[in-house]
């Protein structure tokens, strides 16, 4: 819908553009940040893992707050969301090779963005098969009810050593309540002497905020009257059967028999909470909770009779 002023000027394009008119302002005030990055390499299971810590902080010594995310020769592998204190730790599965890794700090409302320097890695090769996982991009900030897409990376390791094919399964844990994500294809394979990384989609899904009583529709909700015009006539006709009933024995029974069927009316019409919430819906929809989360992306091989996992961090953001 159009606003307009008294002169006919649209209300809207006015606000964006004292706010475009504002927004270096804004930016000018942001304090410069430092971003710092430490590394440590160790063993697992015949790869080389990197322990990863992150610590941002401001000219003033303030912590830094919101999404952290680890490039790894520009390319993003993961993201983390800032803690209190400014920090992040993650872990990294790295392929074998030269590595040229990197933490880019997004930046919020009073710190300005910033990047550590460059750590060099080398990751040594196994000789079991296996595989690493990545995701691109590594955060995400979404308003409730919008649907973002990342991309999660199988790559093969050592694959020549297969001697059949080696499924990965992609699931996703830490989500904020009210959302969901999925991935396409949830399952994966790994082929005898591949060496292309394998892509799936993930589809990060929030809920919008409802509006209370739009599920009920104004036909079913102007049938309450009618509703009441049932109910009090059986409920005056029920008392009086109880009170005649201590009087004549058989006007017990009959009693007895017209309560049984009331609440069995009661049951399946729309005086249960039952029959209302199937018919009518729920009052509204919660939305999904503003916030920063950090979301844990797992990729699990079994060859049936050991499980093989990896886990990649990923930062998301509700608005």
């Not at 009618?226 to 059967?241: H, K």
Request: glycine share 8%; with cysteine; aromatic share 6%.
């Amino acid at each position: 819908m159009r606003r307009f002023n008294c002169r006919g000027v649209r209300l809207d394009r006015l606000a964006a553009f004292l706010l475009a008119l504002a927004a270096p302002a804004f930016a000018a005030n942001a304090q410069a940040t430092q971003t710092r990055l430490s590394t440590e390499t160790h063993d697992r299971n015949g790869h080389t893992q990197a322990a990863l810590s992150v610590a941002v902080s401001g000219e003033d010594g303030t912590p830094g707050s919101g999404n952290v995310t680890i490039e790894d020769a520009g390319k993003p592998v993961a993201g983390a969301v800032l803690t209190p204190d400014g920090t992040a730790k993650l872990n990294v599965d790295l392929p074998p090779g030269a590595h040229d890794l990197r933490a880019v700090y997004a930046g919020d409302l009073a710190h300005s963005a910033s990047a550590s320097d460059p750590s060099p890695v080398r990751a040594l090769a196994g000789s079991t098969p296996d595989f690493s996982v990545a995701v691109n991009p590594a955060s995400m900030s979404l308003a409730a009810g919008q649907t973002g897409t990342a991309t999660a990376t199988v790559t093969p390791l050592n694959a020549a050593a297969l001697t059949a094919p080696m499924f990965v399964t992609l699931s996703c844990s830490g989500m904020p309540d009210q959302s969901s994500c999925a991935f396409t294809p949830e399952n994966v394979e790994i082929l005898p002497n591949a060496t292309a990384p394998i892509v799936s989609s993930m589809v990060v899904t929030t809920e919008a905020p409802g509006t209370r009583g739009t599920a009920i529709s104004p036909a079913r909700s102007g049938s309450r009257p009618v509703s009441w015009a049932v109910l009090i006539p059986g409920a005056l006709a029920l008392a009086g059967l109880g009170f005649a009933a201590r009087r004549r024995r058989w006007l017990s029974r009959l009693s007895l028999l017209a309560i049984l069927g009331f609440v069995t009316v009661l049951g399946t019409t729309a005086c249960s909470p039952r029959y209302n919430y199937f018919n009518h819906g729920p009052p509204y929809n919660l939305p999904t909770p503003a916030g920063s989360y950090t979301v844990t992306i797992a990729a699990q091989s079994s060859n049936g009779v050991t499980a093989n996992t990896h886990t990649i961090t990923f930062a998301l953001t509700v608005k």
